[in-house]
């Protein structure tokens, strides 16, 4: 898969953003990442809403193999091969995609908010209390 391919699957979904990512693309809209295109493969965000819609259509989660196991990747599941040609379908799942993963999004950001501060108090001061220090210029 190519980016013109991807641009042109995604057309009645809207514009999307197309990166390089590991040996594919990550395609994004909105500045959210919520499909891949890998190992000729493309997955579309998944959550336990939507999984149940997935495994309906004989869909797999993202996986590969390392030197020890194979890996599943639970949170992108391959798009069902019919839907490459029913674009009013793709992008209706598309956006059920991109919901998802603006909800991981916000689950995620209060841990990183949490992290940030527990690195600020680790140190014995507060972010807050933080005397701020002013540098003279010479």
Known sequence: MDRDFLIDLFSGFGPVTIRRMFSGFGISADGTNFALALRGGLYLRADPASIPRFEAEGAKPFQYQTRTKTVVVSSYWQLPERLYDDPDELAEWARVALATAQRAAVRKRPKAVR?????????????????????ARR
């Open 115 to 135: 992290a940030v501060l527990k690195k600020n108090t680790s140190r014995g001061i507060a972010a807050k209390e933080r005397p701020r220090r002013s540098v």
